[in-house]
């Protein structure tokens, strides 16, 4: 199958930094990709849908300004977390579909562990 | 309102006993679902859709529009089925975007 890759897979920040995440799919090229949230012990939580060249869709109550989204290549999607808090510690975790295998199915990143001191 | 539901945190069995992962849906419309695995450090992948209706590694799941049910089952577990399971949506279009429901964890013990 696809390999969707995230990089880090962990990061310490302190408080009040930016901290980026990156999300490329490596045998693809994927023209949407997803990034979601997850709590401890909770599901996964869609925050917003990565569109290539051309602005992120974000869901109710994710603050755009806050996890600010880039797509600007069809292999690479960021996610920055700006101006850190510790209530933004969270393991979030990127998908992106293979348009080649009839888009049906959604490959996951590794995830990327995020704690802010 | 979109939602996924699986009532069960953690499902215990036996090894060789039979296994139902529950989840429910609510959504207007057609959705297509989904069920996803998490084996222990490794990444959420698919396990089964509801268009193939194949089955896979020995699971089945069925679609129940009456019920709004897409329950997982497999006659016989084995240990190596322990992991987290997570029930998803995708909406009309099937977008890519998931909506998944809390995860349920299954433990198969020996």
């Known amino acids: 199958g696809a390999v969707v890759s995230q990089h880090p897979s962990r990061v310490i920040c302190k408080s009040g930094t930016s901290v980026k995440i990156e999300c490329r799919s490596l045998?693809?090229?994927?023209?949407?990709m997803f990034w979601y949230r997850q709590f401890p012990k909770q599901s996964l939580m869609l925050m917003a849908t990565s569109n290539e060249g051309s602005k992120a869709t974000y869901e109710q109550g994710v603050e755009k300004d806050k996890f600010l989204i880039n797509h600007a290549s069809l292999t690479l999607s960021t996610l920055t977390v700006t101006s850190a808090h510790p209530e933004d510690s969270s393991f979030y975790i990127c998908?992106?579909?293979?348009?080649?295998?009839?888009?049906?199915?959604?490959?996951f990143g590794q995830g990327t562990r995020l704690t802010v001191v | 309102a979109q939602r996924v539901t699986q009532p069960e945190k953690l499902l215990s069995v036996f090894k060789g006993a039979p296994v139902e992962l529950k989840c429910n849906y609510s959504?207007?419309?057609?959705?297509?679902l989904f069920w996803y695995v998490q084996y222990s450090r490794q990444r959420l992948q698919l396990l089964l859709r509801h268009i193939s209706r194949e089955s896979i590694k020995g699971f089945t799941a069925d679609l129940n529009k009456g019920e709004t049910s897409f329950h997982l089952k497999k006659p016989f577990a084995q240990e190596e089925d322990s992991a987290m399971y997570y029930c998803a949506l995708s909406g009309r279009g099937n977008t890519g975007k998931l909506i998944f429901g809390q995860g349920t964890t299954l433990q198969v013990k020996p």
């Open positions: 959504y207007s419309g057609s959705p297509e």
């Open positions: 998908s992106a579909r293979d348009p080649t295998q009839g888009n049906t199915e959604a490959f």
């Open positions: 045998d693809f090229q994927a023209t949407t």
